[in-house]
Structures are given as C-alpha cells and as structure tokens.
C-alpha cells in the first residue's frame, strides 16, 4: 500500500511543514508490474501474500480490476499489508520507506510452482533471500525452464553479487538503474557495468530516468531517449516501463520497439502523483505522438 506526501520542502529536524497533496493507493513493486501488464493486453498471475485488513483488500480488488489473477496472493492472519511512504519534494526527487509487512512470510509453495511451470514468464522483484533459494533450486533441479525476468532493486543489490549471482545466470531479461548497476558490478563506467551483465544475462535494460534507457543483448547495443513530459512523480516509473518493455519484448524481439514500449509508460506514470499505471491507449498514444508532441 503506497502512501504519496508531497511537499514543497522538508523540515529541518525538529521542524514541521504543511503537507501540500496526500494520496493513497495501491503500489508495490511486482503488483505495479502486474498491472500494468494486464492492461496492455498480457495474462498474469500474481503470488504474494497481503495482511487480513483494508488495505490488503483493497490491494487484491484493485489488481483483479486490471485483469490480473490473485488466486495466489495468501492473506496472513496476523500481519498487516506491506506499505511504502514516498516523499515528494517540489523540485526534487522521491525519497522512499519502505516495510515489506505480510510479505515478510511469503513461501513459495508447490502450488507456486505448479502455476509457474506453465507460465511463459516469471518476473521476479526485489524478492526475499527465501524466495530466491527456492526459484534457483527449481531452475537447478529442471523443474522450471520459464523465461526469467528480474529487478533486484537498490535493496537487494547492496546485498551483494554473491547473492544475486545463483539466480542470475537463469535470468533472461535483467533490468536496473544506473546506480544499481554500477554498485552491483562495482564499475565506474556505466558501459563497463552494462558488459559484466551480460555476460551472465542475455538481455540487460538499464532506466535512466529522464535519460531514457538502453537495452543490450548479445552485441546489439540500443539506446531510447525519454519521452519529453512534465513530470509530477516518479513513483511507480519503473515499475511500468518493466512490464511494457517485457510485454513488447515478448511480442517482437524488438529491443528498439520494447525500448519505445518502456520509455512511453514510463513518460505516462510520471505526469502523475502517485504510482498510477498507465492504459494501453495512454502508451500507445505517447507513441504516436512521438518525441515532438509529446511535451
């Protein structure tokens, strides 16, 4: 559950400012990737695992609106739905807390696993230790052979690569930022940083935020700049250019169209205050409208 503060500024310590906008909704990011990619026309599955409260509901309500399966996202009796506080400040970018709430007890079943067999791909983002030992124990006993997609994250890459590295070299579609990248590999230089990974991924998307992104895979190196809009709020940003890259990648093996995919949702989530996730329309019209018009 994502509560958005923004703000004109913060308060030194001790001090206090007025909230400009407060918005609720729901956010994570695996169900922010979901989301986004059913509306754009995909068949998803979500596993998870939500608090027996309001918020959860919500949560679970919201993704079955989009057209996303629940029927794996677990209720935990006696802890509350995970919640993230992203700070807003005018000029400037978010600051996010986070608490992973009933999360923390997320295990993957059998039951999990029978649904992932038949999936084309598994995304996977910012998982627990546990989750990742048993997705690499099935890759290693053959019982998963799924197109693999996977975001660490800023808080699982200051993990370390050691314990990225089993489940990357299952990984198909690796994608990052610039910071994670370059913490992750401990290169200075971002192309240095981009040739480590794909060494070990076969396609490795790195989001430059207003920059836009690259996408290398084998030789082939692409690079999109970001489509020109006002942005309000990055939250969720990535989270949406994630799921249409994939979702476009899947279609054509087109890293150039899959870049345009990812860089389009990506420009429609940041015109808005909170993690809000982008129509298929919305994307396709940012297309259309190219890198002109589109400001």
Sequence with gaps: WDTIIKVRHLPEPDGETRIAELIEAVGGDAANVATTFARLGGSVLMIGEIGNDVHGQVACQSLSASGVDVSRVMVAPDMPTGRVYAIVEEGRQRRLLHWRGANMLLRLTEDDLSRLQESQVIYVADPLATTLQTIVRWYEEGRLSSCLAFDPGMATVVEGFD??????????????????????????????????????????????????????????????????????????????FNAAFLFRWLQTSNLEEALQWGNAAGAAVVRKLGAKMPTKAE?????EDGYERTA
């Design 163 to 240: 314990f990225v590295a089993p489940l990357l070299k299952y990984v198909t579609v690796l994608f990052m930022n610039e910071p994670e990248a370059l913490t992750l590999t401990k290169c200075k230089k971002l192309e240095d940083a981009i040739r480590v990974l794909q060494k070990i991924c076969e396609v490795v998307v790195i989001k430059l935020g207003d920059k836009g992104a690259i996408a290398m895979q084998g030789q082939t190196l692409v690079k999109k700049p970001a489509y020109p809009v006002e942005a309000v709020d990055s939250t969720g940003c990535g989270d949406a």
């Design 283 to 287: 994307v396709l019209q940012i297309i």
